[in-house]
């Protein structure tokens, strides 16, 4: 007689809802309008993490759509203009949708070299839309401070492959 | 018919081409917004329905979840007071011999502008109404420059209020709701503010860029700017009152001109909101709006006594003018009666010779009318 086997099923309430939360929550928090020590708190985007790890993950509707929604959080909680970062956060997963097979078994230095290229390039097109609406070029220096904390968030993003990744017996 | 039992029962879609449709009508909708999000007449954003209700519900979820940060942040200031007590017990002790002089000064220079106003009559800017406000959360990055703070439109906040702290200028508000304000610092990509130089009078645009110390463009005047100048605000435009201070110039490291600003000597989390508009509040709308020479279509007719006074000056004036011009009429016929003659006079008999001549009524003095003495300007006397 077979026993039954409790079988966990991994769905979009761990790997897509929670993580969002956890994000707008880090979000809020970094915000808070204290220096410790001197030093303001960093403001990396956390939601750069999710777009690195979903389309690699799973392609799934619900990931995209929640994508957008936290992008569109971005610009409402840090009064940018509207559309910006669901733009850049958009255009990371569709380059990884795409090329998710060639990613498909890579490990270590090459997922973070992807992890790297797609959060520039996420940079790169924001800094292009910001310094054509307003006429004006951002800081350099200012971008760098932005771009490290979120490359700093990259084990994050790792873990989450490693967790989720092949993780939903269903889709085996 | 259950769905399951119909024709699409073993219909299956690509995870992926969902995921891509999505991507694409997603990407395809954030480009919308960005061309829609533009800026209205009064300052408002074409979604600023949407931001304000937003900014209202984080308001109070910010405060929440920020308010670990907060406590450990105040631990931190705790520790470091405590172990440089000394040390800041004698830089104060030094700033305050430095500022009692400054005291002095200053009291001094006070009262002398207020009697050179009252002298010249000058119409000098009302004192402006403050509100305090807590900052609720910041927005640091490259792109966006701004701070959530805790008061309103309820409290009089409006669009393009000046923001300041303890230091100086901060920024100014960029978006009102009921409870809740977002103001722009000026360390953002798309502020610009008009200075000046306190130490030349000189004018500049400071300009963001997303880094601590924004730019300083349009410097006009060669040698106008040194390192270490005072930066104010001119008012230029009127969108700010003059001389609010915003910081110390100083070469970045691109060789550009830059501003130290007061405002980050400390986090900028207790600020004050200048209710002041532009200079419309400072005089009377209806009078500003009024035609030029209004005056002359809608002044009363003088009274009997009025117009005797009236016509009284006029011919007080008119005698006046006719006597200093029949003073500066004898004035110069006295001169040109006076001058040497170049040709030799006639011959006289030797008895005309010797009796008394009658001095020329021309040699009597006679007093100068003030209108015919040349007078140089200041800069021929140079």
């Known amino acids: 007689m077979r026993r039954p086997v409790a079988v966990r099923v991994v769905g979009p309430l761990q790997w897509v809802v929670y993580p969002s939360l956890a994000a707008i929550a880090a979000t809020i928090v970094l915000g808070t309008p204290i220096q410790l020590f001197g030093l303001n708190l960093p403001e990396p985007v956390f939601p750069m993490v999710l777009a690195f790890s979903w389309p690699l993950i799973r392609p799934s509707m619900v990931a995209a759509a929640m994508l957008f929604a936290l992008g569109l959080f971005l610009d409402l909680f840090w009064g940018g203009p509207l559309g910006l970062w669901p733009l850049c956060l958009m255009a990371v997963y569709g380059i990884l949708l795409v090329s998710r097979n060639l990613l498909a078994g890579h490990e270590g230095l090459i997922r973070f070299g992807w992890y790297l290229a797609t959060t520039l390039g996420a940079f790169l097109l924001a800094y292009v839309v910001v310094a054509a609406l307003a006429g004006n070029a951002p800081s350099i220096y200012a971008l760098i401070g932005q771009i490290a904390p979120t490359l700093i968030l990259y084990p994050i993003a790792n873990w989450m492959l490693e967790r989720f990744d092949d993780g939903d017996i269903r889709f085996r | ?382």
């Open chain 2, 1 to 382: 018919m259950a769905f399951r039992d119909g024709p699409f029962e073993n219909l299956k879609v690509p995870l992926a081409w969902t995921a891509a449709v999505v991507v694409v009508v997603a990407i395809i909708g954030a480009a919308l917004l960005l061309i829609g999000d533009r800026q209205t007449a009064d300052g408002n954003s074409t979604f600023s329905g949407a931001r304000g209700g937003f900014e209202a519900a984080a308001g109070p979820v910010g405060g929440v979840l920020a308010a670990p940060v907060r406590w450990v942040g105040s631990v931190g200031d705790a520790i470091g007071g405590y172990f440089f007590a000394v040390s800041e017990n004698r830089r104060l002790k030094a700033r305050i011999a430095e500022l009692e002089g400054w005291k002095t000064d200053a009291i001094a220079m006070k009262n002398v502008n207020a009697r050179y106003e009252a002298l010249l009559g000058l119409r000098t800017e009302p004192a402006i109404p403050m509100v305090a406000a807590h900052a609720i959360s910041e927005t640091r990055g490259p792109f966006k420059n701004a701070k959530l703070i805790d008061v309103g439109a309820a409290k009089g906040v409006r669009i393009g209020n000046p923001v300041m702290d303890e230091n100086g200028l901060v920024g100014r508000v960029s978006g009102v709701t009921g409870g809740v304000s977002r103001m722009v610092l000026l360390t953002d990509v798309a502020s610009r503010t008009p200075v000046l130089i306190d130490r030349t009078d000189a004018r500049a645009v400071l300009t963001g860029d997303g880094s601590d110390n924004p730019r300083l463009e349009f410097v006009r005047g060669a040698g106008a700017l040194q390192v270490g100048d005072r930066i104010l605000t001119s008012g230029d435009g009127g969108g700010l009152p003059r001389g609010i201070p915003v910081g110390v110039a100083a070469k970045g490291r691109d060789g550009s001109w830059r501003v130290k600003l007061f405002s980050d000597r400390g986090a900028i989390d207790y600020v004050r909101v200048l209710l002041f508009q532009d200079f419309g509040q400072l005089v009377n709308p209806g009078a500003l709006n009024a035609p030029p020479l209004a005056g002359l279509s809608t002044a009363p007719e003088p009274t009997a006594a009025q117009a005797a006074a009236i016509g009284d000056a006029a011919a007080r004036r008119q005698a006046q003018a006719q006597n200093q011009a029949d003073r500066a009429r004898a004035a110069n016929a006295a001169a040109a009666a006076a001058a040497p003659v170049s040709t030799p006079p006639p011959a006289r008999p030797p008895q005309a010779q010797t009796a008394p001549v009658p001095a020329p009524a021309a040699q009597t003095p006679t007093p100068q009318a003030p209108a015919s003495t040349p007078t140089l300007a200041p800069e021929d006397e140079r």
